[in-house]
């Protein structure tokens, strides 16, 4: 403030002499209008020194508004000083303010000695004395203070407006309009603090505007310079230390001001309250309103939402792309560049699955020594794993490196990645070269059977997909537009995140990371994305199956005695080098047909009900009880002679995936189980996630079985100067890095590529460690085995999520929040349809463990219990209790789940447990942990139970897979010696898995039956439909869309537009029903606005007027007949091709449609393609034609 009063000019400023100098001193004036023959003004003032009064100069004089006549006009001022002696000016004032020098009777006045100056008018027209015009911004400090007997704005200064500029007002036209008035008449700009300027950025959708204010006046673009600056940092030395801001400086201060500072930052209450920075700005003689009309201009104000902190926090950029990103995106991702659609392979699909398998089975080979390394712990070795990993570790490398800006998202990207696979492995193999050729050797057999059985898997993919490579349509069609879409988009993207191909400008925020697993093979082969997506569909199918398959054998195979449950104490050793077990890979093939070739038991009352509505009605009513069963009866023979059952064809692969009851009014939760997933084609997050959750499953057990396998060598050796054991080859540090790396890699992919996933396996892998380390420990509870628990599930879970860090700081969750459910609760007998089977190996298993635990009973430990005998009855009956109120509660499953949940926890807390049945017990507990759990919580704004169900009871599915795999083996020695028991258990089996294995044969019939056109070749490639189809479009106008035209110019479009511009197309809003968006899902090109729901949940932390305005936008488009409306549009989003297909002309007027042949002919757009049916239009010129206003 001090600073203010001496150097900001006042209306008056008096001249004086001291010590040989010149110098002044700003006395109070305002404003005040000077007539002739009026009053005159006195200037009040003391001296701080010994001085000689010689001027007094007015600072911002000009004629007064009522006299002005835009000419110069004479008038004489008169100064009188306090001792009588007085002095004319005569002055040649203008309309506009001006400094003017009024001479003074030199007068010598002692220092802090009250004079009065008297000024007067004469002679001359009225005359206006003005002041400095001062801007502040409200929320903060209005400056200058009042200090040294000096009044601010009682006698010096003015305030712009008469009060502070409401700065943290949302953009608007009306803000925009204020501030250039505001600016207009500012002097001086006082920043009082760095409370707006740097808070207001943090919220950049709501002040664009602002933002760009900021930075125009830091820089001196607007027309201000920065005249004095309030900082105190830190100083040692030469070195500066901005404690407000984390920045240094060497030998001057750290520039600070705009941009705002970065993380380092102090939190902003540490300095605005105690020594805030200041600064001020004085306008230049370079000001004009007309560049301040243009530099507020800038921001599209039409864009501006208003948001709260807190979603601006959540929103990270709201979540759209950098100028710089999305110029890069703009020029890269040429279609035809990336996918070859001319190529051999894109041309013949049979071949490119062959090349696509064979190059699965070398990216295995290539990266099998580092699984090895890694999961050596196994049987398997992490054989089957190697393809999953090899393809999560090339897709890592590309996305970190082009999210980091080191390299782009290309081919010779993955080539890299693939070359530093192969440096690693050639690492493995010059230290464990010899075990692996052993191993390899020994396992011949194993080896075969599971290439037989990965290809087989896939070759059933295949031939499944042959007969509906579509996947979708406008009846039963599921969400593959979508996925197909951002599928495309990523692998076109050449940095990340990757661009939102339905939201132009935006980044995808969605859990994209499985579109760039999926996208390794499709980049290295070259491969369209349609014929693309029909290949990892059939890969992932492979992958899960044999991943599943994997976990199960390796768990029957360490136990060397198999079925051996007499010897609870008996250690079960892992051997070097593991035999092909046939009871091993019974097992793996019991999960592998539960995990991926099974339905539930849904598929016998759609049946059944199918049999029903073709029965005869009359049968019902004529015969008494039994009537319902003979009409299905009835219905039956029907039905199985060749009769169409009365139900809608997907009906017979649909309902099985919507088990559960609920009530009116809810979302149905979703059962949906693999066979389903992969069967309805959604390349979807939950699908890409199934085998990577089995590579950290797998990964989880290896670790248990090291830490086994180390504690048994310590008490071989111990026991025994010559131990049975080979000794465990030791780990290199770099060895132990990998593991942990890969365990992490494992882990934390899953936050970004379906993170519904991650809770689970995160609690998996912390378990792992926790049991590892017991393990390694000797089972001794200590603080230091405490420690190391935590430590080392820290690194794990900490490294997990470092790993995509990238990731996490763009995501913009909708959802992270968990709620108690109120809503409806699971029958049992809901229940029971979806994981009957899986519970009658879990009843098997549990019954033979508890066996099992009472032969350990003896007599003396009997004796040992009996003092607990009343608290454990008293426990018993509270739980009983307990259950009865949560069955009151409506909680049908929770009696039955809760209780084998509980049992599996406590019998796995056993001693002297072999490590496998306790990892089969811990999974049972936690997979049926889950289950219960969704029937109390649920995920907030994900469509009620709806997702909460569906994610959760998909990775159930894949864990109790696995345990049913390896229960059935074990169990099955001891049954099949029990005649009785052996007729019941395979009696009661036989049923379920018949129950189950009516999902695929008559689902599969039925997926092949719902395509557009049955008279569409049979192929992989998802787009060669086109030409044989059409549907009836409802909305809009209505009418009939025949594809042809739309099939000829994608493939056009594919082959001659280069990099990655906006299209305009236009939008249906019964989207699941209409092919809107295909130009979009085709080639991968960013449009204006894509599904409108899925936008809303995607970004749900930002305002629904976001995608609304793009609704509205699209409409009028293609609606308008208004040419500069329509050309503002364009520009607005930046589009460069508009599209014109049989879609557009059924939604839209023919009048809004024919303007873009006017626009061809005002030189706007161009014609670059037509057929019969459909035009594509180049923008030539997406300036916004300038509307006078």
Do not use: C
């Amino acid at each position: 403030s001090e600073w203010i009063f001496e150097n900001v000019p006042s209306g008056a400023t008096l001249i004086y002499e001291a010590n040989g100098q010149t110098k002044t001193i700003n006395v109070a004036l305002r404003e005040y209008e000077f007539q002739p023959g009026g009053n005159p003004f006195y200037i009040s003032t003391t001296l701080p020194e010994d001085g000689v009064i010689t001027a007094v100069r007015l600072n911002k004089l000009s004629i007064a508004s009522q006299a002005r006549n835009g000419q110069t006009q004479p008038v004489t001022l008169q100064a009188t000083m306090l001792n009588g002696a007085s002095q004319s000016t005569d002055l040649l004032v203008a309309d506009d303010p001006a400094s003017y020098t009024l001479g003074l009777p030199e007068t010598a006045v002692p220092a802090n000695t009250p004079q009065q100056i008297t000024l007067e008018l004469v002679a001359g027209t009225p005359v206006l004395a003005q002041t400095s015009a001062t801007l502040n911004e409200h929320w903060d400090a209005s400056l200058p203070y009042d200090v040294n007997g000096h009044s601010g704005y009682g006698g010096y200064y003015t305030a712009v407006g008469g009060e502070p500029l409401p700065i943290t007002g949302a953009d608007t036209p009306e803000k925009r309009d204020s501030m250039v008035e505001w600016l207009e008449e500012a002097d001086y700009i006082f920043l009082s603090s760095q409370r707006a300027v740097w808070s207001l950025p943090r919220i950049p959708l709501t002040y664009p505007m602002t933002m760009r204010y900021y930075e125009a006046l830091f820089s001196g673009e607007l027309g201000f310079e920065l005249v004095a600056e309030f900082h105190a940092p830190l100083q040692i030395g030469p070195l500066y230390i901005s404690d407000t801001t984390g920045q240094i400086g060497w030998g001057q201060l750290p520039e600070i001001g705009w941009p705002p500072p970065g993380d380092l930052a102090a939190e902003e209450a540490f300095s605005v309250y105690d020594h805030p920075p200041v600064w001020i700005f004085a306008k230049t003689a370079d000001y004009s309103r007309a560049n301040t009309v243009a530099i507020l201009g800038e921001a599209d104000l039409n864009q501006m939402v208003f948001m709260n902190p807190g979603q601006a926090t959540e929103a990270v950029n709201g979540l759209m792309l950098s100028e710089t990103a999305v110029t890069t995106q703009r020029n890269n991702g040429t279609f035809s560049d990336l996918f070859n659609p001319d190529g051999v392979l894109s041309q013949n699909p049979g071949l490119a699955a062959v090349v696509w398998w064979l190059a699965v089975v070398a990216l295995g080979l290539v990266t099998f020594p580092l699984t090895f390394a890694i999961l050596r712990w196994l049987p398997s070795r992490g054989y089957i794993f190697s393809r999953i990993l090899s393809i999560l570790l090339i897709s890592y490398f590309v996305w970190l490196t082009a999210s980091a800006g080191l390299f782009l998202n290309a081919r010779g990207t993955h080539l890299l990645a693939l070359l530093i696979i192969v440096i690693l492995s050639g690492l493995v193999l010059l230290r464990r070269g010899g075990e692996i050729r052993t191993w390899v050797g020994q396992n011949l057999a194993f080896i075969g059977v599971v290439e037989l059985i990965a290809v087989g898997l896939y070759l059933l993919a295949i031939l499944i997909r042959l007969r509906n490579p579509d996947v979708w349509d406008v009846i039963w069609g599921g969400e593959k537009p979508m996925d197909l879409t951002y599928f495309t988009a990523v692998l076109k993207s050449a940095t990340f995140p990757p661009y939102d191909p339905w939201f132009a400008g935006g980044y995808l925020n969605y859990y994209y990371y499985g579109f760039v697993y999926t996208g390794v093979l499709t980049k290295l082969l070259g491969i369209v994305p349609t014929v693309a997506y029909n290949l990892n569909l059939s890969m992932l199918f492979s992958f899960t199956g044999m991943a599943v398959f994997s976990i199960a054998y390796d768990l029957v195979v360490w136990r060397r005695e198999i079925g051996d449950w007499r010897l609870e104490t008996k250690n079960s050793l892992q051997p070097l080098v593991s035999k092909l077990h046939k009871k091993a890979v019974y097992a793996g093939l019991i999960a592998l047909t539960l995990a991926i070739l099974l339905g539930n038991l849904g598929q016998v009352g759609v049946l059944t009900n199918a049999w029903y509505q073709a029965g005869n009605p009359t049968l019902e009513e004529t015969i008494p009880l039994v009537g319902t069963a003979v009409r299905t009866l009835d219905g039956g023979f029907k039905v199985l002679s060749g009769t169409p059952a009365p139900i809608y064809t997907g009906d017979w692969f649909f309902l099985a995936s919507r088990a559960l009851n609920y009530d009116p009014g809810e979302a149905g939760p979703i059962t949906e189980f693999p066979f389903f997933t992969f069967l309805y084609g959604d390349l979807h997050a939950h699908m890409i996630a199934l085998p990577l959750t089995m590579l950290a499953l797998a990964w989880a057990v290896a670790l248990v079985f090291k830490a086994k396998e180390t504690r048994d060598w310590g008490l071989e050796t111990a026991q025994s100067p010559i131990p049975s054991l080979q000794p465990p080859i030791s780990t290199s540090w770099w060895e132990t890095a990998l593991i942990w790396f890969v365990g992490a890699l494992a882990i934390g992919v899953l936050q970004a590529t379906n993170i519904w996933d991650l809770p689970t396996y995160a609690v998996i892998g912390a378990l792992a460690v926790m049991y590892a380390v017991v393990e390694e420990n000797g089972r001794t509870f200590s603080l230091q085995l405490l420690g190391q628990i935590g430590l080392k599930t820290a690194v794990l879970i900490s490294l997990a999520l470092l790993l995509f860090w990238p990731f996490s700081t763009n995501f913009g969750a909708g959802f992270s929040s968990i709620a108690p459910w109120d809503g409806s609760k699971s029958y049992l007998g809901n229940y029971l349809i979806v994981y009957g089977l899986f519970l009658f190996f879990v009843l098997t298993h549990l019954a033979r463990e508890f066996r099992a635990w009472t032969r350990t009973w003896t007599e003396e430990g009997k004796r040992q219990w009996e003092p607990a005998a009343v608290p454990l009855l008293l426990a018993l009956g509270l739980y009983i209790v307990l259950l009865l109120i949560l069955f009151r509660m409506g909680y049908w499953i929770a009696p039955v789940v809760l209780t084998l949940t509980i049992a599996a926890g406590l019998l796995g807390l056993r001693p002297n447990l072999p490590v496998a049945r306790r990892i089969v017990l811990i999974l049972i507990a936690s997979a049926l942990g889950i289950t219960l759990f969704v029937e109390f919580f649920v995920v907030e704004n994900t469509v009620g139970r709806m997702n909460t169900v569906f994610k959760f009871y998909m990775q159930v599915w894949l864990i109790l897979s696995v345990v049913a795999g390896v229960t059935a083996v074990w169990a099955w020695p001891s049954i099949q010696k029990q005649q009785f028991a052996r007729k019941a258990w395979l009696a009661v089996l036989g049923v379920l898995v018949a129950a189950a294995a009516l999902y695929p044969p008559l689902a599969i019939k039925a997926k092949w039956q719902v395509r557009l056109s049955q008279e569409a070749p049979l192929t992989l490639d998802g787009m060669a439909f086109m030409p044989y189809a059409n549907y009836f479009e409802s909305q809009g106008l209505g009418g009939n869309v025949p594809l042809s035209f739309d099939y000829e110019a994608l493939k056009w479009m594919q082959l001659n537009i280069p990099g990655s511009p906006v299209v305009a197309e236009g939008y249906s809003d019964n989207y699941y029903r209409s092919i809107t968006n295909r130009v979009s899902m085709y080639t991968g090109l960013p449009g204006i606005i894509g599904w409108s729901g899925h936008q809303r949940q995607q970004r749900a932390i930002l305002p629904g007027q976001f995608i609304d305005q793009r609704l509205r936008d699209v409409a009028t488009l293609y609606s308008t007949t208004n040419l500069p409306e329509a050309q503002t549009i364009l520009a607005k989003y930046d589009v460069g091709y508009v599209y014109v297909g049989q879609l557009e002309w059924v939604l839209y007027p023919p009048a809004g449609l024919n303007k873009f042949d006017q626009m061809v002919q005002m030189g706007i757009l161009a014609e670059v393609y037509r057929n019969a049916g459909t035009s594509v239009y180049k923008v030539l010129d997406n300036e916004a034609i300038s509307l006078s206003n």
